[in-house]
């Protein structure tokens, strides 16, 4: 599990193609956070990669999260290949001519992240008419097409804190990723612009480069561009960290959990180390993403005000009808680290399977 709040996707298109699962652990070994699939079709580009049969081939090498970007003109047409293969995100340009909102449903109902890129000249804009539909909106700084070309700081300054402004409104998830020319002299402006995922090939595969450091450095260049130009120099909140919301008797926690996942925040319910309740079970802790923990408190507070009420209502009712099973049977409390990182930050926004 990674540190900071920046996420770091090794893009394999400029990595040595003829071993491409050693490259894929290489990256992994690096500390990159999720695999960019660049998926080429010669005709949305002029360059022809690889497709789905490479990807479900590759997809044993890694638990990493796979991250498809399709610039291929008919993505709905192969879309069930993509899913078949294992991407855990997959993300199709708005310039295709094909209807793109029944594919971006169809990538959401699989239960995987759903992405939206656009070439440098289209405006944002383009965007708008699918915001309910995307977890992902992909910034390309360069033409698509190759790897190794010069990063547009204009197209960058003028969409990536834009971008976030389409999911206004979202306590979690929804990711800006940034694609092309991105390396440590450019990590600091992207992720001072806000940017969660940088997608880097060249910067990570270049002969003689040690791609540990290039993440490492890249990362905390993010974040550091984050803290000073987005969070008053502080540093940013780690995408990763939980924190515990409240801590109730079990069905009350999970009436809660499920009122706060309808509104789209990951909760993980764990049995927690306080007190064990007069019908001995202990109660359980709703573990939650740090990022969210003002705007729950904001939306939530008064609910979780009331279900303490509701708990310490139904304690004093069994107690007053004598029941007391808390020295009965010691309930052991569940271990908070396991769970809360599978379910509660590391991977994309990917909706669950
Ligand atoms: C280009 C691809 C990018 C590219 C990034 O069309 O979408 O993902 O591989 O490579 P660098 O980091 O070298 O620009
Ligand atoms: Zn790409």
């Known amino acids: 599990m990674s540190e900071g709040r920046a996420r770091i996707a090794a893009s394999i298109l400029n990595s040595d193609l003829a071993n491409l699962a050693r490259e894929v652990r290489r990256a992994e070994r690096a500390g990159a956070d999720r695999i960019h699939l660049d998926v080429m079709d010669a005709h949305f580009v002029p360059n022809l990669t690889f497709g789905a049969g490479t990807i479900k081939a590759l997809r044993p090498v890694t638990r990493r999260p796979f991250d498809a970007h399709l610039m291929i003109d008919e993505p709905g047409r192969y879309l069930d290949d993509y899913l078949e293969a294992g991407c855990d ?18 990538i959401r109902r699989a239960g995987r992240a759903a992405g939206l890129a656009l070439r440098p000249a289209t405006p944002l804009a383009a965007l708008e008419p699918y915001r309910g539909l995307l977890d992902i909106v992909l910034v390309m700084t360069v033409e698509p097409g190759f790897g190794g070309q010069q990063f547009m700081v204009d197209v960058a300054a003028a969409k990536i804190l834009p971008a976030r402004d389409l999911f206004a409104g979202r ?96 909760v993980v319910v764990l ?17 939650v993403p740090r990022t969210t923990e003002a705007w729950l408190v904001e939306r939530f507070g008064p609910a979780r005000d009331a279900a303490l009420a509701e708990a310490e209502a139904w304690r004093a009712d069994l107690l007053g009808r004598g029941v007391d099973r808390s020295r009965d049977h010691p309930d052991q409390p569940e271990d908070p680290a396991r769970p809360a990182a599978e379910e509660a930050g590391g991977s994309p926004p990917a909706r669950r399977r």
């Open 271 to 287: 049995r927690g180390d306080g007190s064990i309740n007069p019908d001995g079970v202990r109660d359980h802790d709703l573990l």
């Open 89 to 106: 995100s997959i993300t199709v340009h708005v310039e295709v001519a094909e209807p793109i909102e029944p594919t971006l449903r169809r």
């Open 171 to 266: 306590p979690w998830g929804g990711e800006v990723h940034v694609d092309g020319g991105v390396n440590r002299e450019t990590a600091e402006l992207v992720g001072g612009l806000g940017a969660d995922v940088l997608v880097a090939g060249t910067a990570l595969f270049t002969r003689g480069r040690d791609p540990a450091r290039e993440v490492r450095l890249m990362r905390a260049l993010a974040d550091e561009g984050y803290a000073q130009q987005r969070n008053e120099g502080r540093p940013p909140i780690p995408r990763d960290a939980t924190c515990r919301f409240v801590r109730l008797p079990r069905a009350i926690a999970e009436r809660l959990a499920g009122e706060i996942e309808a509104a789209g925040v990951p």
